[in-house]
Each structure stands twice: as structure tokens, then as C-alpha cells.
Nanobody, 114 residues
């Protein structure tokens, strides 16, 4: 499974960004899709994920600010990020959980700064 991300960039605190990810290849193997992030000097962490059945999971730090949506027919997942904070600055990675293993996108930079 190959993942291609789009979106990201520089935004001021309080602003919004939308990340999108499209999967291709053996997409029938996908059981869930989501987003992780990694800030400099920190471990990669889950931001949000959604199963094929629509069950969502969010990190506590983004609850109420971020939403995740998926189009199973198109094999896409999007992350709407509102009320962004400087601590949201990180490289964001699209992730697909497969029946056996995982697949990762190349990452996209999100910088929240005035």
C-alpha cells in the first residue's frame, strides 16, 4: 500500500489546516487509516485514526480541535486541524493499518508560529 499526503505548511496560532492522504495499491488490506506526528526530539505519536467501520480515536491533546474523516471508496483520509497551537508543530505522517503490518506516508511538515 502506498500513501501520498498533501496539505501542511505554516499557519499562525489559532489557525486551521487540512491534511489529506490517498492510498493506492493493495487497499483491500487496509483496516484503518490515521495520522501520527513527530516533533523534533520526541517520539512519534498517534494524532487520530479511523477504522473502516468509522470508529475514531484521538489523542487527548487534540480532542475538540481536530477531526478525522475517511472515504473508504476512494481510500482517502483527511485530518482537519482547527485552533492550532505552537505545540502542534511536527511532521505529520499518514498511516494505514493493514491486516499484516503497517504502511507510512513520507510525512508533511506542519508549523504553527506567529
Amino acid at each position: 500500500v502506498q500513501l501520498v499526503e498533501s496539505g501542511g505548511g505554516l499557519v499562525q496560532p489559532g489557525g486551521s489546516l487540512r491534511l489529506s492522504c490517498a492510498a493506492s495499491g493493495s487497499t483491500s488490506r487496509i483496516t484503518a487509516m490515521g495520522w501520527y506526528r513527530q516533533a523534533p526530539g520526541k517520539q512519534r505519536e498517534l494524532v487520530a485514526a479511523i477504522t473502516r467501520g468509522g470508529i475514531k480515536n484521538f489523542a487527548d491533546s487534540v480532542k475538540g480541535r481536530f477531526t478525522i474523516s475517511a472515504d473508504n471508496a476512494k481510500n482517502t483520509v483527511s485530518l482537519q486541524m482547527n485552533s492550532l497551537k505552537p505545540e502542534d508543530t511536527a511532521v505529520y505522517y499518514c498511516n494505514a493499518k493493514l491486516y499484516f503490518g503497517y504502511s507510512w506516508g513520507q510525512g508533511t511538515q506542519v508549523t504553527v508560529s506567529s
